[in-house]
């Protein structure tokens, strides 16, 4: 198993040494500690641990800010309050402050290592996550496409950008829910969306509505089978799909949405371009 | 149209809306409708899963979300909805609904949400359920409406 860095945030060395004897005798690694908010991001930078655990009553900064200075620094690192203070007040800030576990002081021994065990799993989850689902969600399309027009869509390259969009016509939005939350989008022209639901219903004059349904079936269908492969490859991401709202109109831009990963991609299918977007968020912990 | 969870929707408005600097709240009128929303300009799509599936539509006019965005930001006076404002506009829709599944988790009914999809122009919403209960809302005088597109599992 890979060894787990740890740097142990504490104005009191006394607390250091304690939580640095537990964390030693779990099987961590403590690679440094730091008593304040200047300290610990010097630490962070340079040491580069896996976690940090934080204090939240310090003289000067607290935890909740000496965190956030963190994460100006490293973004995704992995911070664990371990701390006698702990309202709803706390909770709040420690939430939006994307903390990634809460222990409890006077430190429990099997508390903390679980915390911290947990914190490397779910790390580990999210990057096998990231590995997996831009090829997944593709093969999905292609195999949706193929079951349903016998016809496979060629995609170009894709981007990890995650910028503005303004609609080719239709868009379909499909909240994506599990052990991380996201959702994908799939926009097309009008023309393409008629071209398709036409195909399929085997009819030139279809109405409107119907084109807007099929395209929200077809939609629902690619992003069902991409959340079962992943959940084929791993049980633990428990991926499901809300099912599809339709937007369509004369001008729809599609904001910026703030994802900690996310892909777009166009696919050129025999009916016309389509767009697709998935993105995932890490979850809050719990 | 469910009243249970209904209500727990408005509760979140009435709860979070003043926690962000928005005092006057008011409720104007519950009703269903179709699963055709024509919408104002901005709507914020979050998806909902559990013992009810489907999604809840925040939908406001550009001036409402600059109101609103501008208060969340310290009370600016936006002249643009630009990027950031959008950002804290999807970040409402997030606050709003991960307060009403706290709600909902009082009257024992479980949800997760998905992260939310924010939209901008003139446009139309097909919603996935046949019937979708509208909540009707002013915030700070700004019409707000909930749109619930949601079924009972």
């Known amino acids: 198993m890979k060894e787990i860095n740890i740097v142990v945030v504490d104005d009191s060395p006394f607390s250091v040494a304690m939580i640095s004897n537990i964390l030693t005798g779990s099987g961590f690694n403590v690679i440094g500690s730091a008593n304040g908010l200047e300290e610990a991001v010097e630490a962070v930078k340079t040491l580069q641990p896996d976690v940090v655990t934080m204090d939240i009553t310090m003289p000067g900064a607290d935890g909740i800010e000496c965190t956030n200075a963190i994460h100006k620094v490293v973004p995704r690192q992995k911070v664990v309050i371990v701390s006698s203070m702990m309202d709803e007040e706390i909770i709040r800030r420690a939430k939006k402050a994307k903390v990634s576990g809460y222990v409890q002081k006077p430190v429990d021994a099997e508390e903390l290592t679980l915390a911290i065990n947990r914190v490397m799993a779910d790390e580990e989850l999210f990057i096998e996550l990231e590995g997996l689902y831009t090829t997944v969600f593709k093969e999905a399309l292609t195999d949706s496409f193929n079951k349903l027009f016998k016809t496979v869509p060629e995609f170009e390259a894709e981007f990890k950008n995650n910028n503005a969009q303004v609609s080719r016509g239709i868009s379909v939005v499909i909240g994506i829910i599990g052990k991380y939350s996201g959702r994908l989008i799939l926009d097309m022209s009008n023309e393409t969306a008629r071209h398709m639901a036409g195909t399929m219903m085997n009819s030139d004059a279809l109405p409107d509505e119907y084109i807007v349904n099929i395209v929200g079936e077809v939609s629902n269908i690619a992003a069902g089978n991409a959340c079962s492969l992943m959940n084929k490859t791993n049980k633990l991401f428990g991926l499901r799909v809300a099912p599809p709202t339709i937007v369509y109109g004369e001008s729809i831009t599609i904001s910026k949405s703030d994802f900690d990963t996310a892909f777009s991609v166009t696919a050129q299918t025999t009916f016309g371009e389509i767009f697709m977007n998935v993105g995932f968020n890490r979850g809050e912990y719990q | ?153």
Not at chain 2, 45 to 57: C, E
């Open chain 2, 1 to 153: 149209m469910n009243t249970e969870y209904t209500e727990a929707f408005f509760n979140s408005f009435q709860n979070v809306m003043p926690q962000l600097g928005i005092e006057s709240v008011r409720l104007i009128d519950i009703q269903d409708i179709g699963s055709q929303i024509h919408t104002p300009e901005v709507v914020c799509i979050i998806g909902i899963i559990g013992d009810l599936r489907g999604n809840v539509i925040y939908a406001m006019s550009a001036d409402a979300a600059k109101k609103i965005a501008g208060t969340m930001m310290g009370g600016m006076e936006l002249d643009e909805f630009d990027e950031i404002a959008q950002s804290a506009v999807a970040e409402l829709g997030n606050m709003l609904a991960a307060n009403a599944c706290t709600e909902l988790s009082q009257i024992k009914i479980k949800v997760d949400v998905s992260t939310p999809t924010l939209m901008v122009g003139t446009f139309s919403v097909s919603a996935s359920a046949e019937r979708v209960t509208r909540i009707e809302l002013a915030a700070s005088d700004f019409p707000f409406d909930i749109f619930l597109s949601l079924e009972k599992r």
